[in-house]
């Protein structure tokens, strides 16, 4: 029984369907990774106070409150979190860092919601309430 030999043809051929399917991989690594426009939308009492934009390189720091009942938001390199507050239960703290929307990070005792938005279209079909 003989064995199939490839031709040079044929090799030629799978050489080229071979760089086709990786330079498509490679392709939609680059146009379709990551998320675009992320901005982070801060409100207290419902009140939009500040939209803060998330990306690479920036960094910003915003105090809301007073001496007391007080919370520290800080943006980092595309990422945002309550840093510090003096609520009881610490739970907009323990949240940590937050990147991709819809995320939210709250602070129920002093009414703070951190609410990542988005341009891209989010992969949620719908959402229950």
Do not use: H
Not at 103 to 128: C, F, K, M
């Amino acid at each position: 029984m003989k064995g199939i030999g490839l031709t040079l043809a044929d090799k030629w051929l799978i050489g080229i369907l071979l760089m086709i399917a990786i330079s498509g991989i490679v392709a939609s690594l680059v146009f379709f990774s990551g998320q675009t426009n992320v901005s982070a939308e801060i409100r207290v009492d419902g009140k939009l106070i500040k939209t803060i934009p998330l990306r690479q390189g920036y960094r910003e720091e915003l105090r809301i409150g007073g001496k007391t009942e007080y919370a520290i938001i800080e943006a980092n390199d595309g990422k945002i979190r309550i840093r510090q507050d003096d609520s009881p239960r610490q739970i907009g703290v323990q949240t940590g860092w937050i990147s991709k929307a819809p995320e939210q990070v709250i602070n129920l005792p002093y009414r703070i919601v951190i609410t990542l938005v988005s341009s891209a279209e989010l992969d949620i079909d719908g959402i229950a309430r």
